[in-house]
């Protein structure tokens, strides 16, 4: 791991009128690394990918992804190599597959506006090889001939696949993944799983917002927690799991210390606990709700 | 529906549609009409009169041969193995119905009711009843027998063979439009009968390529010319330029096909605009106008700004320039206005513009004296408005400014098709899908949707300078809101983002008024209806692109399988070309 990170945030603010949504959060992702950012509804996790991709400009602090300034414009962004899926796939619906990833291709071709008027030697250079990678990358994500169905037709995990392929078309230094998991089965979790560790493979950084803590914890190398705007813990994902303030701002009190609760409540209300055998406090695994997805 | 699909068992269609063929056959010699129509000088109805085909057989003509086509059609399909024979069987039922309603309506209401099309003074007519009920017996057969879905064929040929069937299917092609143009003379008090025989011919022609598209014929062909793009855009326009050579090639017709084809030109350039970049622009007519009145101006006219005359070519591409750079003008408020709002902003340009033409701002225009005797093009010393001799030859007037503007069309339809299928044209798509995403992947959307202004702009400009050239008269009265409520209308009932669609879209728009200039009291009324009809029940327009049908269609949803939403389903096996 090299010293210089790929991307790195300092002391970022952002104060929307009166209310901070995020005060003073550092992190540093360097490169081949899987950041994963976890932290309850509301705690400003959406925010944060916001200014990390330019839609947001930080009301303080700055953003660097290799040593430079982030643009406060999403395109530039992209331009500059950062890439990012949405928490509610945002792909071109009435598009093909193909043709969403080459759109993904746009900036890194160089093509104006004259060339594609009159179709030359060059267009069609650079046509046939934006549809070679983007072909090739359709092949990576795993949609194989796919290429020439409606995004719209796809089923929902194919899209989550076709919306990496798209981000990725962009040849991203950091890719942002939105809450890639949501909605999906075991067995999708584990597919996209492994195709996040494949994108590092290909040398690409990746910053991972998740509700799923299970999953976090068995694919990043460096976990941050995000409570109310601010960065609570970091490290990697076995020092995090065990943090008792993790385990009390984002999943709850441990389930002992529940069980415990619901006993004593039991005993004072003069009843025989009914928690006693089947109370199982299972996992948190709630959904972003509005209040973050609001803010695009 | 449901309740008449519990009472139509599948076996009633065979006895409905053979019923409902030989009815037809028997409407069409039935007599139509009892009397002759005093008020048009006690000329009959055409092709009305009764029983004429046992003294000459072969003299049936008009919407009478028509209904005797459909009839023995849907005869033959009932018991012949035909792919998807009751969706066919509907089509030609419509067919039916429409030549039926459409001749019926018109005697009764021009003949003095109900006498006129059933018993009256001893005669009786009951052709145009017998005809609506067959079709109605032969749609009912198709739902009888369950709508299957269009029929695809999987023959894959060699070219030689595809270039002979896309050729033959152009020649149909145009002698259609020849025949459609020529269908009941030019309208007009002359000749009040061109309304009903012109929309009873396509009443007749949707029935019969609704079957052809049933069977899978249309698909094939627009697959075949997908294929072949390049032969058949030569084609399309060599059969386009042998219009004039046709039943059609009178001065009245070079006229409106001309004038149509700057619609179509003006349209396309819209379908830039509204179609790819999905940015609603309800003033787009003002570059036609800017793009008239810059070359208006540069044309030597005595009214003119400007006391020079220079070369069309020239004068043309200043209109164009002109044009485009107002195009982005009015585009830069797209980077922080959207959608409804848009729409506002693009509609009060085009208010402003019609008011500085109206009241010559600048001396540039001519205010209500509009600039008038703008010269006609002179190439070689041939006057563009004069009738052309070539040989022993003598082609209509006005045939120089057609073949002209069929090479601008083609211009403008490459220049479509081509950004279309190019990096920006991607882009112009995926702004219209979802602008914030498109942003995400690295699109400059603020330039790209200028961009799309500004090309739209300079198509219509140059549209515009033929415009002013071929009418003479440049007046700001040509520009007005309507003009482009009526583009936006041919772009969206021809369907979005499609080079056919826009020319279809843009030559209904033109010849239906021409052909009912009898019912002008009606005109805008049934043409509001019209509108109101086809958005209901082909809201993705006549010929959709492949990601509008997608989208408005629904056809994924309705559980379709997936390879027939591959092929492209339109209605003119040429219309598919250039997609």
Not at chain 1, 14 to 30: D, I, P, R
Request: hydrophobic share 50%; proline share 5%; aromatic share 8%.
């Amino acid at each position: 791991m090299t010293a210089t990170p790929v991307l790195s945030a300092s002391n970022v603010s952002m104060v929307f009128g009166g209310l901070t949504a995020l005060s003073e959060v550092s992190l540093q992702l360097h490169e081949g690394q899987i950041l994963g950012l976890i932290g309850p509804n509301g705690a400003g996790k959406t925010t944060f990918f916001n200014c990390l991709t330019g839609l947001y400009t930080p009301t303080r602090g700055t953003v660097t992804l290799r040593g430079r300034t982030l643009p406060s414009d999403p395109a530039a962004v992209t331009v500059a190599g950062i890439a990012r899926t949405f928490q509610n796939i945002r792909l071109f619906p009435s598009m093909t597959a193909l043709e969403n990833v080459m759109v993904g291709r746009h900036s890194r071709m160089k093509q104006g506006p004259l060339a594609s008027l009159f179709h030359g030697p060059a267009y069609r250079k650079g046509e046939a090889d934006a549809r070679a990678r983007s072909l090739e990358l359709l092949d990576f994500v795993g949609l194989t001939g796919l290429d020439d169905e409606l995004a719209r037709n796809l089923p929902y995990g194919d899209q989550r696949r076709l919306e990496i392929a798209r981000a990725l078309a962009t040849d991203p230094a950091v890719l942002l993944l939105d809450e890639p998991t949501a909605g999906m089965n075991p067995q999708e979790t584990e597919a996209a799983r492994q195709l996040i560790f494949a994108i590092r493979e290909t040398g690409v950084a990746v910053v991972v917002i998740e509700h799923d803590t299970k999953f976090i914890f068995s694919l990043c190398d460096h976990v941050s927690v995000l409570v109310q705007g601010q960065l609570l813990v970091e490290g990697a994902p076995e020092v995090v799991r065990g943090d008792p303030r993790v385990i009390e701002a984002y999943l709850g009190k441990p389930p002992d210390e529940v069980e415990a609760e619901v006993r004593q409540y039991a005993e004072e209300a003069g009843r025989p606990s009914a928690a006693e055998s089947t109370m199982v406090i299972p996992p948190v695994r709630e959904r972003d709700g509005g209040s973050e997805g609001g803010n695009r | 529906m449901s309740q008449l699909k519990d009472v139509l068992k599948p076996g009633l269609a065979r006895p409905l549609a053979v019923g409902g063929g030989v009815l037809a056959v028997i409407a069409a010699l039935l007599p139509w009409v009892t009397y002759k129509f005093a008020q048009y000088g006690g000329d009959n109805y055409p092709a009305a009169a009764s029983l004429q085909f046992f003294d000459a057989p072969f003299q049936l003509e008009g919407y009478r041969l028509h209904t005797l086509i459909l009839g023995v059609v849907v005869v033959v399909v009932a018991l012949a193995p035909v792919p998807a024979r009751h969706r066919v069987l509907r089509a030609l039922g419509w067919g039916l119905v429409a030549v039926g309603v459409i001749n019926t309506v018109f005697a009764a209401v021009e003949g003095g009711g109900l006498g006129a099309v059933t018993a009256a003074d001893g005669a009786i007519a009951f052709g145009g009843f017998a005809c609506v009920v067959a079709g109605v017996l032969a749609i009912l057969a198709g739902i009888a027998g369950g709508i299957e879905h269009v029929h695809v064929w999987r023959a894959k040929v060699a070219t030689p063979v595809a270039y002979l069937v896309l050729l033959v299917s152009f020649v149909v092609l145009l002698l259609l439009v020849a025949m459609m143009l020529n269908a009941g003379g030019q309208g007009g008090v002359g000749n009040p009968y061109a309304g009903p025989i012109f929309l009873s011919l396509l009443g007749f022609l949707a029935g019969a390529l609704g079957a052809l598209h049933g069977v899978g014929l249309t698909g094939w062909i627009s697959k075949l010319s997908d294929q072949h793009k390049v032969f058949s855009v030569a084609v399309l326009v060599l059969c386009a330029l042998a219009l004039p050579f046709t039943e059609a090639g009178t001065d009245y017709w070079m006229t409106t096909a001309a004038n149509i084809g700057i619609y179509a030109a003006t349209a396309i350039g819209l379908n830039i605009v509204v179609g790819l970049a999905g940015l609603l622009d309800l003033g787009y007519v003002a570059f036609l106008g800017i793009g008239a009145f810059v070359a208006a101006n540069f044309s030597g006219a005595a009214a003119a700004a400007f006391g020079v005359e220079l070369p069309f070519v020239l004068a043309a591409i200043i209109a164009a320039v002109v044009a485009g750079i107002f195009g982005a003008i009015v585009g830069s408020p797209t980077l922080r206005v959207r959608g409804d709002y848009l729409a506002i902003v693009t509609l009060a340009f085009g208010e402003i513009f019609k008011k500085a033409a109206q009241n010559n701002i600048g001396g540039l225009t001519g205010g209500a004296n509009a600039i008038p005797n703008v010269p006609p093009i002179n190439w070689f010393g041939q006057s563009f408005d004069k009738s052309l001799t070539i040989g022993s030859l003598e082609l209509p007037s006005g045939v120089l400014y057609y073949v002209l503007i069929i090479v601008l069309v083609a211009l403008v339809m490459v220049v479509f098709a081509n950004l279309k299928n190019a990096r920006i044209g991607r882009a112009w798509i995926a702004i219209r899908e979802d602008e914030d995403a498109a942003r995400a992947m690295g699109i400059k959307t603020g330039q790209a949707k200028i961009l799309a202004f500004l090309i739209g702009a300079t198509l219509a400009g140059l549209a515009g300078a033929v415009f002013a050239h071929k009418t003479s008269t440049v007046a700001y009265d040509s520009f007005q809101f309507i003009e482009s409520v009526t583009l936006l209308a041919a772009v969206i009932l021809g369907g979005m983002g499609s080079i056919p669609g826009a020319v279809l879209g843009a030559a209904l728009l033109l010849v239906l008024p021409e052909k009912l200039r009898e019912f002008s009291d009606y005109r805008l009324m049934l043409f509001g209806l019209a509108l109101i009809l086809i958005m209901r029940f082909r809201p993705q327009g006549l010929v959709p692109d492949r990601h509008r049908r997608a989208e408005l269609a629904d056809e994924g949803a309705e559980g379709v399988p997936i390879e027939e939403l591959n092929v492209h389903d339109t209605p003119g096996g040429s219309t598919a070309v250039a997609r």
